[in-house]
């Protein structure tokens, strides 16, 4: 019962730590890699796209070490358990329903809106809110946003060369 609260705690604690990873990182120090993600596509992979590679790998290690490591502490795997759950809903939510990078697949629009209205505050203004599970969105952007009627979201490459 334990492995499974830790790694339902790791869910959840992803988003918050997401959201500063990409408010500080992303938006920081490595805006380099993040730009390719605010401009419109240009190929169908960005440089943007390195991040995920990198956060697999991390919690691809967390695991080995987890299991493989005598002495390792207990709780590495569920944690890279809740963590891979994490990532795995964030290209869910993030890539296919918000950016539509899998365009052929037929979505409900009524149903996934709010995130997608709540990412495109963030593409228009390049600032809040940087969660993607549970953006918060400060109701000030929310109104800028609704008045230009601008949709920064949609990330269709299949007139991009690849």
């Known amino acids: 019962m334990t492995f499974v609260l830790v790694a339902v705690a790791a869910l959840v604690l992803m988003e918050p730590v997401t959201a500063l990873i990409h408010r500080f990182v992303m938006h920081g120090f490595a805006m380099g890699w993040h730009r390719s993600h605010h401009e419109p596509p240009r190929h169908v992979l960005e440089a943007n ?7 697999a790998a991390t919690t691809i290690v967390l695991l080995a070490v987890g299991v493989y490591v005598p002495g390792a502490p207990s709780l590495l795997v569920p944690i890279g358990i809740g963590v891979t759950a994490y990532g795995a809903a964030y290209l869910l939510v993030h890539d296919v329903v918000i950016h539509r990078r899998l365009a ?37 952007l929310r109104r800028r946003a609704a008045e230009r009627d601008v949709d ?9 060369p690849a």
Do not use: I, K, M, Q
């Open 49 to 55: 796209d390195l991040f995920p590679v990198v956060f």
């Open 152 to 160: 920064r979201t949609r990330r269709t490459v299949s007139d991009v």
């Open 104 to 140: 052929f697949l037929p979505l409900p629009d009524a149903l996934l809106r709010a995130w997608r209205e709540a990412h495109n505050v963030h593409h228009l203004f390049a600032g809040a809110p940087y969660g993607f599970l549970a953006p918060v969105v400060p109701p000030a």
